[in-house]
């Protein structure tokens, strides 16, 4: 054998398991909010969230203070630049060529500039990785609406779908092991800044919707919460597992918005808080488990707001980190596009998860996460079984 040419492998399946496929796909998209970047981004940030939503102009305000309260500058931005490299790091020690390329729905690169992006690298199939772990009209839908009308607007849309560059899109990974595992770490590291957890109440906690909002993510496979606190149960049961120690749960949320008149999902967390308090508890560990990084929400509502209603109700608190880049996490992330690539290659694969629900759909069945129940918005939305199903 000597003096032959060690060859790199062509892509495809493994046949020895060190350099799995991508294929069929040949870009990554990167997909999340966007955030502002300085104080001069806040209030067109803004307008493009809330186009057509019918937030008070006193909530908008009272949001933009919390941006300005930062200097102007979203952390969201930062983190997923790190998400990136972390993730063309993990790609590339797995010997998997596949281009990430980031875009935002609502904030600089825009999803159309990442698809300008993607054209100019000659991507002709890619797979979408949004930055929402549960499935919600939020998480899931806008996303797949906002893929479609940019497409549109390039005039890439046909009866089907694209015309232009092909898009799937992974599933909601809220029950992936990487998720829940990367979760667990982050709640027991908490637990140990405490000089005695024993007694010390877990509060998750992730985004309030409208309850109109909850009831149309059934259709998904579980409503938004019932997602929640399937992940909720797994992660309490291995943290108090690891620290040997009973380990009491609840879950809250933060950051409602819209009319008061509009029912929201409840208890919010200072709410919650005090109840704990008047209940005898001392200590609590925040689990912001509905977000994946530290971004507004994480550093204002909780870290500002929520470990303020803490202390003045004199309890004990400490806030778990977010999944972030933690590795677990990234590995997951990489495992979840082989598995939806092998999906696409037609191959039997198993859909890991942990809990009860199973994984859910990669390709989203009709109705799947609509803003609410019974809606055809009329508004076309890739990655699902059609375009305005
Ligand atoms: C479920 C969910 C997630 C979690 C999933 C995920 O992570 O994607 C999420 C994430 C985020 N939400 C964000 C920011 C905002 N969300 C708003 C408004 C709303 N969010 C909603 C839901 C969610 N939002 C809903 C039902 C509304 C009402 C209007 C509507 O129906 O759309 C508003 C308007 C003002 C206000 O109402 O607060 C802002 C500014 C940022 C950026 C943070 C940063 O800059 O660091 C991120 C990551
Ligand atoms: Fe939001």
Known sequence: MAGMAIETPAPGPSTDGSRPSPLPYDALLLYSFGGPNKPEDVVPFLRNVTAGKGIPDARLEEVGEH??????????????????????????????????????RNWEPYTRDAVAELADLGAQRAVALVTSAYSSYSGCRQY??????????????????????QFDKVRSYFNHPGFAQANVDA?????????????????????SIPLTMEAASAV???????????????????VAAELGHPVEWTLAYCSRSGPPSQPWLEPDVNDHLGELARAGTRAVVLSPIGF????????????????????????????????????????????????????????????????????FDSVCRPGCCRRRDGEDSGVPALCSTGLYT
Do not use: C
């Not at 709640?187 to 985004?207: K, N, P, S």
């Not at 309890?315 to 092998?342: C, N, S």
């Open 220 to 238: 998904s496979g579980a409503t938004y919460s019932a997602q929640h606190l399937d992940l909720a149960g797994v992660v309490a049961e291995r």
């Open 187 to 207: 709640v027991v590291e908490a637990y140990r800044e405490l000089a005695d957890g024993t007694g010390a109440h877990l509060v998750f906690v992730t985004h």
């Open 144 to 165: 797949r609406e906002d893929l479609a009308l940019t497409l549109e607007a390039r005039g890439e849309l046909g009866e089907h779908g694209s015309t232009g560059i």
């Open 67 to 104: 941006y300005y309260g930062f200097g102007g500058k979203s952390p969201i931005n930062g983190q997923n630049l790190a998400l990136k490299a972390a993730l063309e790091a993990e790609l590339a020690a797995r010997g998997i060529d596949l281009p990430v390329v980031w875009g935002n």
């Open 292 to 359: 994946v990084s530290d971004h507004m929400e994480v550093v204002y509502d909780l870290d500002t707001e929520a470990l303020a209603t803490a202390r003045d109700l004199g309890l004990t608190a400490v806030r778990a980190g977010t999944v972030g880049t933690r590795a677990p996490f990234v590995a997951g992330l990489v495992d979840l596009v082989l598995e939806r690539a092998a999906l696409a290659r037609g191959e039997d694969v198993a859909e890991e998860s942990v809990g009860s629900m199973g994984a």
